[in-house]
């Protein structure tokens, strides 16, 4: 069954916590906390004081999303505030395969997003050392973006590319249960959703609703 990552990047900050506990109850599989720094993307979000503060409220897998630059510097960072999977983006990397090396090192799953123009090719000699694929169904920054129906092309490349490797495929932006249902009928593993999933109270209902 396919998984669902909900997007603190949509949660009530002022109640953090309780956001948390209310994902956990709901059926989420993972959180996945969106960092930006303002500069690789137009938003500025969390660092790694939040990652461990939500590390010591649940012990759901962190799926940090790492939307910076210069991604190398900060591995340590996150992998030390509790992140199970880091996934850094490909066009913000100068070093992809040592930036890879330097997490798996630092006994921390590893992820490579791409943004929508950049092309599955870029994983072609990574593949080994990934354990899961972000492909970014919107351009990176914000939710409530509209899906970009053409990167579900995308995701049918990387599952063949992938082959029998033991690597999972994560969409994320725009992901509703129309869209959800196209991600994991191309080979979606992970589906990442903020807007849907805190679209009303009922967090359980909209997790189902997307499964
Ligand atoms: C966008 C982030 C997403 C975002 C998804 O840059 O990476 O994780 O929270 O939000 P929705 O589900 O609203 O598109
Ligand atoms: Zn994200």
């Known amino acids: 069954m396919v998984k669902i990552a909900p997007s603190i990047l949509s949660a009530?900050?002022?109640?953090l916590k309780n956001e948390i506990i209310a994902l956990?109850?709901?059926?989420a599989d993972m959180i996945h906390i969106d960092v930006m720094d303002g500069h690789y993307v137009p938003n500025l979000?969390?660092?790694p004081a939040i990652v461990r503060v939500i590390r010591d409220l649940t012990n759901l897998p962190l799926d940090v999303h790492l939307m910076v630059e210069k991604p190398e510097t900060m591995v340590n960072w996150f992998?030390?505030?509790g992140a199970d999977i880091l996934t850094?983006?490909?066009e913000a990397c100068k070093h992809l395969d040592a930036t890879l090396n330097s997490?798996?090192?630092r006994g921390c799953k590893a992820g490579v997003s791409l943004n929508p123009a950049t092309s599955e090719n870029v994983l072609t000699y990574v593949l080994d050392k990934v354990d899961q694929v972000l492909v970014m169904s919107v351009n990176p920054g914000f939710g409530g973006q509209v899906f970009i129906p053409e990167q579900l092309q995308k995701i049918?490349?990387?599952?063949?590319?992938?082959g029998n490797r033991n690597i999972q495929i994560e969409v994320?932006?725009?992901?509703?249960?129309?869209?959800?249902?196209e991600c994991v009928a191309a080979g979606a593993d992970i589906l990442v959703a903020g807007t849907s999933v805190f679209a009303s109270k009922d967090y359980r209902k909209n997790i189902d609703a997307l499964r």
């Open 12 to 15: 009530d900050f002022a109640n």
């Open 24 to 27: 956990e109850k709901a059926g």
């Open 45 to 47: 979000t969390f660092g």
């Open 79 to 81: 992998v030390q505030a």
């Open 88 to 90: 850094i983006h490909a």
């Open 103 to 105: 997490i798996k090192e």
């Open 156 to 162: 049918a490349r990387i599952k063949s590319l992938i």
């Open 172 to 181: 994320d932006g725009g992901i509703n249960p129309l869209t959800a249902a």
